[in-house]
């Protein structure tokens, strides 16, 4: 018995010396410890034994079964240590590898562009106001000084999509929605960017759909000196400290008296290039004085009212700002376009 019990050790410890995995080492426990293993069984089977052999083989077994649980137990230690160590070798990044570069995108140009004139006529204080692009035949003309039938109507070739309904032909209507939100209560300063329509046939200089910005500024007093001297202010901080305007008189049925506003030429400084078309200078926007009428059909007195208004072409803009000899360069989305104008 003894010698059995000893070859069963000297077995179990070698067995737990060979196991290479923790199913394997389970699996020496469940055979030589379990209920149906050889310990147990010697264990059970002391009855049979004699009184004098019974204390020495039973503690024989306990010594053997210790034994074995202690070789078990140390060997899970190390099978353990082993896997934690195979799973933190396979899962090291290696953080000398390139990685996967990250495509950023950017605000559009005219969003950055849009943006920037806020951020102007905001510090002048005026506030953003929206508009709908779908309009009615009656804010985008009618309340703008031009009714039914007016040939200055012809200016602005428009998409209708029922009798009373167009798509907008420039962003003025906000100046007749807002005016009209007010009713004469109180004096306005807006301005109001967004997308306008007009049925042109698109080329390098013409697009069917554009955006345009929006100047209204109604108080008491408010003269055409306001005017320049605002135009005037956003023309230095926009294009540069050293540039001119010239206001040249033009016509718009909304607007009385009414004119155009040139900038020096960036390139001749005024002395004529190709660029300014000889001139020396170059159209940026629309401008004038509110006519009594549309702020009479707002509902402010004209007699005690007075206001300026301008509206202005962002694609325009940038196209003489950056050079660019394309209108569709902006719709278009190439990416080699946009991506040059993306900000750090
Ligand atoms: N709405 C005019 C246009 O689209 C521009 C403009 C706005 C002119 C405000 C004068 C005053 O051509």
Redesign the pocket.
């Known amino acids: 018995m003894k010698e059995k019990l000893h070859a069963l050790e000297t077995e179990a410890l070698e067995q737990v010396e060979q196991a290479n995995s923790l199913a394997d080492l389970q699996q020496v426990r469940v055979s030589y410890l379990g209920k149906k293993g050889p310990i147990t069984e010697v264990l059970r089977g002391m009855g049979k034994l004699s009184k004098e052999e019974r204390p020495v083989i039973g503690e024989l077994a306990n010594k053997v079964r210790e034994a074995i649980t202690i070789a078990i137990e140390a060997k899970k230690q190390v099978l353990e240590e082993a896997v934690l160590n195979q799973q933190l070798k396979s899962e090291t990044i290696d953080v000398t590898l390139p990685g996967r570069p990250v495509e950023v995108g950017g605000p559009h140009l005219l969003t950055s562009l849009v943006t920037e004139i806020e951020d102007l006529f905001i510090g002048m204080g005026f506030e953003v106001r929206e508009g709908p692009e779908v309009e009615t035949d009656y804010y985008n003309f009618e309340a703008l000084n031009l009714p039914k039938d007016h040939p200055a109507r012809d200016?602005?070739d428009t998409f209708y999509i029922t009798e009373e309904l167009l798509m907008r032909?420039?962003?003025?209507p906000v100046?007749a929605r807002t005016m009209g939100e007010y009713r004469g209560s109180k004096p306005l300063k807006m301005i109001c960017p967004g997308k306008?329509y007009r049925r042109d046939t698109d080329d390098a200089t013409h697009s069917h759909q554009f955006t345009?910005v929006?100047?209204?500024y109604v108080d008491k007093n408010v003269r055409m000196s306001d005017l320049k001297g605002v135009l005037n202010q956003f023309a230095k901080q926009f294009f540069g400290a050293e540039r001119e305007i010239r206001l040249r008189p033009s016509f718009?049925p909304?607007?009385e008296p009414?004119v155009e506003m040139d900038i020096s030429c960036k390139v001749c400084h005024g002395k004529g290039c190709s660029v300014c078309k000889q001139t020396g200078w170059i159209e940026i926007?629309?401008?004038?004085m509110v006519h009594p009428n549309v702020l009479e059909m707002a509902g402010y007195d004209s007699d005690v009212y007075s206001g300026f208004?301008?509206?202005?072409?962002p694609e325009r803009i940038a196209m003489l700002k950056y050079g660019i000899d394309d209108i569709r360069q902006f719709y278009t989305n190439d990416r080699r376009f946009l991506g040059q104008y993306h900000q750090a």
């Open positions: 200016m602005q032909t420039h962003t003025s100046q306008v345009q929006e100047g209204l718009f909304f607007t009414s926007l629309g401008a004038g208004a301008f509206g202005m072409g």
